[in-house]
Every structure is written in C-alpha cells, then in structure tokens.
C-alpha cells in the first residue's frame, strides 16, 4: 500500500508536457496525457505481448491492439519529451522540438479507436 501511495505521489510531480492543448478531437476520444504513463504502457505492452502469442490481432482484438499500440506511442513521445526538458530545459532547441512532436501526436492523433 506505501508503495503504491509513493508511486502516485512521483506520478503526479512529473509536469505535463502539453498544457492548453487545443484538439479538434472529440472529447470523450481524446487520449490525455495522464493516459500515457509507465503503468499503462507496461500494461498496454502485457496485453499486446499475450495477444501476439495467441494469434488475436484482428477480429474483435482490433481495437484494443491499435488502442494499445497507441499508448506505447504516446507514452515513448512523452518520456523522450520529458528527458529532453531535463536535459537541455524546456525552452531549449531540444525541448522544445521533442515537446512540440509529442503534443502534435497528442492533438492529431491521440485518440481511442472505437
């Protein structure tokens, strides 16, 4: 249980990458940031991993995989996002470029398949 309650209170320090980020996807579609964190790419990785050992990447696994996929995505734009602002700052050249793909994945792509 500390463990898990430590594990939020790191989660929740860490600042979000694309903060007023305007999308013209719907609302209840839009992946958020908060979606994309260590735990549910791990999970989305799990998921995958047993998918691909039994042959169910189609049919009525479609979704989910292309769903799961996305978050493995999301989450590597943001960890390299996040590392580049902690190595070069925020505003440098790095930053900022590693910043701007993650939140353009975010607002374009970054929704749920249905």
């Not at 769903?67 to 590392?83: D, E, F, M, S, T």
Request: contains cysteine; proline residues 4%.
């Amino acid at each position: 249980m500390a463990l898990t309650i430590a594990s939020a209170l790191v989660a929740a320090q860490v600042p979000d990458v694309c903060t007023g980020l305007a999308s013209d996807i719907a609302p209840d579609m839009r992946i958020l940031e908060s979606d994309l964190d260590k735990p549910a790419a791990s999970r989305a990785a799990a998921w995958l991993g047993e998918r691909i050992e039994r042959g169910e990447l189609d049919g009525e696994f479609e979704y989910g995989v292309a769903n799961g996929l996305k978050v493995i995505h999301g989450h590597a734009l943001r960890q390299q996002a996040l590392a580049e602002r902690s190595r070069h700052g925020a505003e440098s050249p790095e930053g900022r470029s590693a910043s701007a793909a993650f939140c353009r994945w975010l607002a374009q792509d970054g929704f749920w398949y249905d």
